[in-house]
């Protein structure tokens, strides 16, 4: 439209809403992009918002200057986009998707007829529509050439490892044990079967063969066990079920009686299976397991009635010889370990609530009769029975709520460790809690002594417990074959320790860490250990270009959140003015730990990369905030009773409830153990189910997502996983990381699977809990599935 030509009235109303939805953009833009640019970030946002402004402005006048300055703004957009992001398309998205789609309505006709030029000459140099169209296609080919393109994010290490080779004959024929004893697989935490009738060749045939639904919708973190036709699990409230390996229907179900209301925290990983030798006859076989309100069971595996010789009738309340606390302070979630005889667990100390709160204790009874056979109570090393009268085992120390392993070759049992009971705030820490916290510990199984004890972290002050199953192998260096612990952690680090003595067989190196910004009474420690020779499955280290959000708006939040917090790279301590925890409480690596293929010497790892946002504050804001920290004395904000500080600590996301670092946010890797090099690594998890406000999106695009659970290799050649938010149940090959199948589950696949052989129809199946992760938010369900070939 020329000047002096009338613009119709549905025409001028399109153009000003446009112009006003350019305003209401441009204002948010531009006041957090002036706040942004007064903390020391990018300009670009203060920029863009006045170029949007004028843009808006323009065309609530109808002047062609509007679509000239909206044009100006893409093609500076796409140069800064790609000097802060390169060529990965997820971290463009944010910066070139949204202005590309805002700038559409540019194109319309009815936009365009009400734009009016001062003259004809300057209408045919300036030409809007032509400009917008190239600006816009050249966008939309950035972002296309970056989806393309996008780079696997992994660390800059040497990714020209070979395949192992072959499995060594040695390895081959003979025997194979189609049962699944441990929760495991072995004592060791393998999570390796020498199984092979399903293999990379004919996976794609791999069916349902049979459902089992638990009747509880609270999450299955189980791996069930599997002794000769039989499989045994428990579900989240502490019931266990036998099942018929065959066909998946019940043999029995004990209720446990766990009471749901005055338990808050629901999880039950697995069960424990122990014959004595030479016994016969009731109890003969049982299934040990340990409930979330303290206490342990014997149960007859055959029928599920108590064992009346265990305990008192069948059970032993794990509360005697703790301090008082209220119900639901300490709880039993893990599978307990079997060795030597004895049954040893340790036990989930409610996080960070007060100092005082019971002892991390670990423990070892009778498998026969349920007697306390030791007690390893780090407060007092030299005595390993029961307290006398009047005392109770040391409140407060490190808790060990992770599996444990166990060499009974050696005598061993490897107990990884949590922190005392203040996670963030550690003034009060004594020196044997500053010793064995976030540790993996040797302890002989048949005393219940230290043998040696190995720290992952130093004065732990972000919750980073031990939270991975360590994992025995046996490891061929050229040097010879050397017995190996692999202990996976939350930092991202992985520790190869020799499993007799705790020394280190892969190079581990003290390392300065940030000092700055604690609390005066605190005190920090100056190195970590790092597993230098060893990836790093922490993720890259965190800068303003490395916030995240869908649209240019969330993404500022970020930076904004960014520059106002203390961020010096990893283990930047908590204090009074917000930090970044990176990784965060989730990991790195969590309980789902990571498998081994002992034959091709390889070790695959899923991990997170998901930061916190913590912040401590003072008790008087904490009181002053009573109905936050005080209103749930258990499972609740983290209060720190017994300290100066409370702790307010919360995932780092945007608005929208996503990640406010860049995708992605999980990875799927492996490693070959011989060099230590990565063989390969790749996002794990697409966005079907996630999106703003938990809006699930459908896109099933690989973005790498937050995940919980384990994985199971197997001797023909394959991974099986779940634990991704998208629901999803994979399996890889394991040589080169191709996904060779994969299955849409009824509910989130948060648990480790597991795989049999069948005795009735010499089927191997491989099985899985589906029933989702009330804190990763994936869909909640009540489902163990098993699935198989078709039989022949």
């Known amino acids: 439209m020329t000047e002096g030509e009338q613009e119709r009235p549905p025409t001028a109303v399109a153009r000003r809403i446009f112009a006003l939805v350019l305003g209401v953009t441009a204002l948010p833009l531009l006041a957090g992009g002036g706040y942004l640019l007064l903390l020391g970030g990018s300009p670009y946002y203060a ?29 500076a957009t796409l140069p800064w986009a790609l000097w802060e992001a390169g060529f990965d398309g997820w971290a463009l998205m944010p910066r070139l998707v949204a202005p590309a789609v805002l700038g559409i309505p540019f194109l319309f006709s009815a936009i365009q007829r009400g734009i009016a030029t001062p003259n004809p000459t300057v209408a045919r140099l300036a030409r809007p529509r032509p400009l917008l169209l190239g600006a816009l296609a050249a966008l939309l080919a950035g972002i296309g050439l970056a989806t393309v393109r996008t780079p696997d994010p992994v660390d800059p290490i040497d990714r020209t490892v070979a395949f192992g080779g072959s499995i060594p004959a040695a390895s081959r024929g003979g025997a194979v044990d189609g049962d699944w004893l441990h929760y495991g697989r072995d004592e060791g935490g393998s999570r390796y079967s020498a199984l092979d009738q399903i293999t990379p060749a004919n996976i794609a045939g791999l069916k349902p063969a049979w459902t089992f639904r638990v009747g509880e919708t609270h999450g299955l973190e189980v791996t069930p066990i599997k002794v000769r036709d039989s499989l045994y699990l428990c579900t989240a409230y502490n019931d266990v079920i036998a099942l018929d390996a065959e066909t998946g229907r019940q043999r029995w179900r004990f209720n446990a009686k766990v009471n749901r209301e005055k338990v808050p925290y629901h999880v039950c990983r697995g069960v424990a299976y122990f014959r004595a030798p030479g016994a016969s006859g009731t109890c003969a076989e049982r299934i040990i397991t340990n409930t979330t309100d303290a206490r342990l069971i014997a149960l007859d595996a055959r029928t599920g009635r108590l064992c009346p010789g265990f305990g008192r009738n069948g059970q032993v309340s794990l509360l005697t010889g703790l301090s008082r606390s209220p119900a639901g302070y300490y709880a039993v979630t893990s599978a307990p370990t079997m060795v ?84 963030y705030f550690g003034r009060r820490r004594r020196p044997f809690d500053e010793a064995f916290g976030t540790s993996v510990v040797a302890i002989e199984a048949a005393t219940g002594k230290t043998r040696w004890v190995f720290q992952t972290a130093h004065h732990d002050l972000w919750d980073w417990d031990v939270a991975s199953q360590p994992t025995l192998v046996d490891i061929r260096y050229p040097s010879g074959v050397r017995q190996a612990l692999i202990q996976p952690t939350k930092r991202g680090e992985i520790f190869i320790l020799d499993r007799a003595t705790g020394k280190p067989l892969s190079r581990v190196d003290e390392r300065p860490v940030p000092q700055r910004g604690a609390v005066r009474e605190e005190r920090l420690a100056p190195t970590q250990p790092f597993s230098v020779g060893m990836p790093s499955f922490a993720g890259p280290d965190f800068t303003e270009r490395f916030m995240w959000g869908i649209t240019p708006l969330d993404q500022l939040w970020c930076r904004i959140r960014f520059k106002e917090s203390r961020y010096e790279g990893t283990a930047t301590p908590p204090g009074l003015q917000p930090s970044i925890a990176y990784p965060g409480f989730n990991g790195g690596i969590d309980w789902g730990g990571i498998s081994v293929d002992p034959e091709r010497q390889l070790l695959f790892v899923n991990s997170n990369r998901v930061a916190n946002y913590d912040r401590l504050l003072t008790r008087a804001e904490a009181n002053a905030r009573v109905r936050q920290f005080v209103a749930r004395e258990v499972g609740g904000p983290v209060r720190q009773g017994g300290t100066p500080y409370a702790a307010h600590i919360q995932i780092f996301r945007t608005p929208l409830g996503i990640p406010c670092n860049q995708p992605p946010y999980g990875m799927l890797s492996a490693i070959d153990l011989r060099s230590g090099k990565l063989v390969w690594a790749q996002r794990f998890g697409n966005g ?23 994985s199971l290799a197997t001797r023909s050649g394959l991974l099986f996983v779940g634990a991704t938010h998208d629901g999803d149940f994979r399996a890889f090959d394991v040589r080169s990381g191709k996904a060779l199948w994969h299955v849409r589950l009824p509910a989130g696949g948060q648990a480790t699977p597991m795989t049999y052989v069948s005795p009735k129809s010499g089927r191997q199946f491989v099985v899985i809990a ?19 070939l078709p039989a022949r």
């Open 47 to 75: 920029l863009a918002g006045l170029a949007l402004l004028a843009s808006g402005l323009w065309l609530w006048r109808g002047r062609t200057e509007g679509p000239l300055a909206y044009a100006l703004l893409l093609f």
């Open 688 to 710: 079907r189910a996630a999106g703003p406000w938990g809006i699930r999106s459908m896109l099933s695009i690989p973005v790498g997502t937050p995940n919980n659970g384990g």
């Open 340 to 423: 030597g005889g004895k049954v040893v667990l340790g036990g989930w100390v409610s996080d960070g609530q007060y100092w005082g709160e019971p002892a991390g204790v670990v423990r070892a009874f009778d498998a026969v009769t349920g007697e306390l056979a030791w007690a390893w109570d780090i407060g007092r090393p030299d005595r390993r029975t029961l307290p006398p009268p009047g005392e109770t085992y040391t409140h407060s120390t490190p808790n060990a709520w992770a599996p444990f392993s166990a060499d009974e070759k050696l005598g061993l049992v490897y107990v990884p460790t949590g922190n005392p009971a203040i996670d």
């Open 770 to 788: 589906a029933g989702g992760h009330p804190a990763l938010g994936s869909v909640l369900g009540d489902y163990i599935i098993g699935y198989a």
